[in-house]
């Protein structure tokens, strides 16, 4: 079967994902100590609540995130989020473009594999320095040479694919999204993994008029 590896944050009360962004709120909607009074005496659930944006944790964004007439998570295929050949590389300048996916990737058949862009951002997640401008990018010049070789998904371990710190722009969203090519932003741990060799998956719940909604991304090592 394979080794597998964890590749999400956990969700908990109050950490927040993204910057500006609330943080999810974790409560009981029937507790432990009040389920007897429904059940009857000795019997004991707990039926948990969850108030939260879709950008939470580790997510999925289908084309319904940027694009209005996009395919929403109730209209995302299993094969383009699941059991994927997985191609990870890691990158050390701030702004991934395409003369560096080029060197990490070479001639590498991308066609319907998850791309994973190792920058190690995650090891500020939960903190301030997470949303920092600094933070690592896409630009716009490797959406170009991505879209050129069809990946189903692309993803990255920092608090977005996009350089937000530069204006409202969008280059990443706007053109992998528009190519149909998923995107998996927040991810963690993908120094675990090698540059190939493994499979990836991101499922997301299937709800109807969502773009966006979190994931528990892991791959299969073999």
């Known amino acids: 079967m394979g080794r597998f590896v964890e590749l999400n ?12 962004l609330p ?15 429904v059940y009857g005496p000795g019997t004991e659930f707990h039926i948990g609540r969850i108030e939260m944006v879709a950008n ?9 995130h940027r694009y209005a007439a996009g395919p929403d998570l109730s209209g995302v295929p299993l094969e383009s989020c699941a059991d994927l050949a997985g191609y990870r590389a890691s990158f050390a300048s701030r702004a991934i473009t395409d003369d560096s996916l080029a060197e ?12 994973l862009l190792h920058t190690g951002w995650d090891r500020h997640f939960g903190t301030a320095a997470y949303g920092d401008s600094a933070a690592p990018f896409l630009a716009a010049s490797g959406v170009e040479w991505l879209v050129a070789r069809r990946p189903a998904l692309v993803g990255i371990d920092s608090v977005n694919i996009d ?3 530069e204006g409202p722009a969008r280059p990443a969203h ?8 998923l995107i998996v932003e927040h991810l963690t741990g993908l120094d675990a993994l090698p540059a190939n060799g493994f499979r990836f998956f991101a499922t997301p719940v299937r709800v109807a008029g969502l773009g966006t909604f979190p994931v528990r991304a892991f791959a299969i090592v073999t």
């Open 163 to 165: 350089c937000f710190s």
């Open 174 to 181: 706007t053109g992998l999204l528009a190519a149909g090519i």
């Open 104 to 115: 990490a990737f070479g001639d590498a058949d991308l066609a319907g594999a998850a791309v």
């Open 56 to 64: 939470t944790g580790t997510y999925l964004d289908t084309p319904a």
């Open 23 to 37: 943080a999810p709120a974790i409560s009981d909607h029937l507790s432990r100590a009040d389920s007897p009074a």
């Open 9 to 20: 944050h956990v969700v908990s009360d109050g950490q927040v994902t993204y910057p500006g």
